[in-house]
């Protein structure tokens, strides 16, 4: 990954287990940029770890403090570089759709906003739904599957560029978004 370009955000969103936090790292390390991951940033602010913030709080103050905080990323991105993971959850505030839609159209040239997709079967075993079940749970592996489909697609709606990261490790995936950006990332904050 390497080149000279301007500095700028490039701002990763994606469903649960399509990478956003682990890409996001991988290029952070590869450009030198700092990386801020929206799950980290909840998860510190409710003072609890990312993989149990969801469920330390009820899911609507999860909802907020994440559109708050991602509205804030989004903000800091329009001013320095930086890889942002936002994921996908924060993508239904309508604060941070407009910030991502702001970034887009007035600074494509610096920033960029890339959809990590991956494979429903994939994402499921990612995300450990792939493991037998009691049929009392019910309809959690096809309620997941909805979400993902109707976030994979918010996902493309909003970005500038499209990369799967169904066959590939986070270096791997690093190098296809910055390859698929056609810059590299540099410190110009």
């Given at each position: 990954?390497?080149?000279?370009?301007?500095?700028?955000?490039?701002?990763?969103?994606?469903?649960?287990?399509?990478?956003?936090?682990?890409?996001?790292?991988?290029?952070?390390?590869?450009?030198?940029?700092?990386?801020?991951?929206?799950?980290?940033?909840?998860?510190?602010?409710?003072?609890?770890?990312?993989?149990?913030?969801?469920?330390?709080?009820?899911?609507?103050?999860?909802?907020?403090?994440?559109?708050?905080?991602?509205?804030?990323?989004?903000?800091?991105?329009?001013?320095?570089?930086?890889?942002?993971?936002?994921?996908?959850?924060?993508?239904?505030?309508?604060?941070?759709?407009?910030?991502?839609?702001?970034?887009?159209?007035?600074?494509?040239?610096?920033?960029?906003?890339?959809?990590?997709?991956?494979?429903?079967?994939?994402?499921?075993?990612?995300?450990?739904?792939?493991?037998?079940?009691?049929?009392?749970?019910?309809?959690?592996?096809?309620?997941?599957?909805?979400?993902?489909?109707?976030?994979?697609?918010?996902c493309r709606d909003l970005a500038d560029v499209v990369i799967d990261?169904?066959?590939?490790?986070?270096?791997?995936?690093?190098?296809?978004?910055?390859?698929?950006?056609?810059?590299?990332?540099?410190?110009?904050?």
């Amino acid at each position: 990954m390497s080149g000279e370009a301007p500095g700028g955000a490039l701002i990763l969103i994606g469903p649960p287990g399509a990478g956003c936090s682990s890409v996001a790292r991988a290029i952070g390390d590869a450009q030198g940029l700092p990386v801020l991951d929206l799950g980290r940033l909840v998860a510190d602010e409710l003072g609890t770890r990312p993989d149990l913030a969801l469920v330390a709080v009820p899911e609507t103050e999860y909802r907020r403090v994440e559109a708050d905080t991602a509205a804030r990323l989004l903000e800091r991105a329009e001013t320095g570089s930086a890889v942002i993971a936002l994921g996908s959850g924060c993508l239904g505030a309508t604060g941070v759709r407009q910030g991502l839609e702001r970034l887009r159209l007035a600074n494509r040239q610096t920033h960029q906003v890339v959809a990590l997709t991956c494979a429903t079967r994939a994402l499921a075993t990612r995300n450990g739904l792939d493991a037998p079940r009691s049929v009392a749970l019910g309809t959690i592996h096809h309620q997941f599957v909805q979400m993902l489909h109707e976030r994979q697609a918010q996902c493309r709606d909003l970005a500038d560029v499209v990369i799967d990261t169904t066959s590939t490790n986070p270096d791997e995936a690093g190098q296809k978004v910055m390859s698929a950006v056609g810059t590299e990332l540099s410190r110009h904050s």
